[in-house]
């Protein structure tokens, strides 16, 4: 039904399309709200509206096989994703906002390299999970329905206007398990969110893997003064996660940047300050499930830098992502690991002490 209107607009050259979306040539993902709609009963709705489905065998299929179905699918086909099994792929420019299921809140529009994050996160249904940097939301539904709804799942954003978006979208997904904070993650502790177990980290970063980002204007201007402020922030945030949950034992850190200043130097830069003895490190980046069937890795200056990955426009027909799994591997008894500010303030008291003291 709906795709038969969708030929007609096109036919008629009605088709309304954005000057950026001209230039994308990425596939439409639509990922299923499985808290209100089963995978399965998505396909078959599709189907009944003359969608034809591209099958395959999801254990079989490699990686390269699967990218040659998406960029070969004609005007009426869509595939299953090969890792996300609620994400479906359809063809460039699909129009999907004013679909019943997109407007009833049943699928999201989300792009597979934003889906990864969450996905690689896979807090445990019941678990408790906080989602650091959260509006406008896109990876905080798709937490709540990894996490069937069940358990906690804070969401927090320090920008009033993304957090009421973020509010929006959590009702919109009857995203039940979600606590909604607006506040400075700087500000927030254990105590807000007692037992966190799992961590997303999706700062705000350069975008520069983003396909639909405009033309950065003055890019010397913006590279220079901007990323340094970003990847200081960034560190930051990154730190803060891992020093300042004693109960979490995954974090996932992502940015939609393709910027190694970015991605593994903030990862290393912190690692470095948390993992004080390097022979007996209390987080470590680890393996995914992607590994086998993925291209590209982290960069190998980084022991563990193979072990995280990006998403590549040309290649994987997605934004352009980066993704670093970090797990606990030990406690941290010692509590040896505080946060650089709080260092940076203690020796300022100290040097305060000294100085009055000499007076
Ligand atoms: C890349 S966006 C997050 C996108 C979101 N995870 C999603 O998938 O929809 C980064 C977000 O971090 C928020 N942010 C930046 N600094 C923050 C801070 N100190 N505390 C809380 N949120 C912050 C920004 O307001 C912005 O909404």
Same mark, same amino acid.
């Given at each position: ?52 489905? /591209? ?100 969401? /927090? ?203």
């Amino acid at each position: 039904m709906f795709l038969a209107e969708l030929k007609e607009s096109e036919k008629a050259g009605t088709l309304k399309l954005d000057s950026y979306k001209e230039r994308d040539s990425r596939p439409r993902y639509v990922r299923v709200n499985t808290l209100s709609l089963k995978v399965r009963a998505a396909m078959k709705m599709f189907s009944n509206e003359d969608w034809k489905q /591209v099958c395959y065998d999801r254990k079989s299929e490699d990686y390269s096989s699967f990218l040659n179905r998406v960029t070969s699918l004609a005007r009426d086909e869509f595939i299953q994703d090969l890792h996300i099994k609620e994400l479906f792929i359809f063809p460039n420019k699909t129009e999907f906002y004013r679909h019943p299921l997109y407007i009833g809140g049943s699928i999201i529009l989300q792009d597979k390299a934003s889906c990864l994050a969450s996905w690689l996160l896979k807090p445990s249904p019941g678990s408790i999970t906080l989602d650091m940097c959260a509006a406008p939301g896109m990876k905080t539904t798709h937490l709540a329905c990894l996490m069937k709804n069940k358990g906690t799942l804070y969401a /927090v954003d320090s920008v009033r206007g993304r957090y009421e978006t973020l509010c929006k979208q959590v009702e919109k997904h009857g995203a039940t398990c979600v606590k909604t904070l607006c506040m400075d993650a700087f500000q927030l502790e254990a105590k807000h969110c007692p037992g966190v177990e799992y961590i997303l980290v999706d700062p705000t970063c350069s975008g520069s893997g983003a396909v639909e980002q405009p033309i950065v204007k003055n890019r010397e201007k913006f590279n220079a003064s901007r990323l340094q402020s970003l990847t200081r922030l960034q560190s930051k945030l990154l730190r803060h996660a891992l020093t300042r949950f004693p109960d979490v034992k995954r974090i996932v850190y992502s940015t939609c940047s393709l910027n190694i200043e970015e991605n593994e130097m903030v990862v290393e830069d912190v690692l470095a300050s948390v993992n004080t003895d390097a022979s007996d490190p209390i987080f470590e980046v680890v393996d995914n499930k992607l590994k086998c069937k993925w291209i590209h890795h982290g960069s190998e200056d980084f022991e563990w830098g193979p072990r995280c990955i990006y998403t590549k426009p040309d290649i994987d027909l997605t934004n352009g992502f980066f993704i670093a799994v970090i797990d606990r591997v030990r406690s941290d008894e010692k509590n040896i690991s505080r946060n650089e500010d709080e260092k940076e303030e203690q020796k300022h008291k100290k040097r305060k002490q000294l100085k009055e003291s000499k007076i």
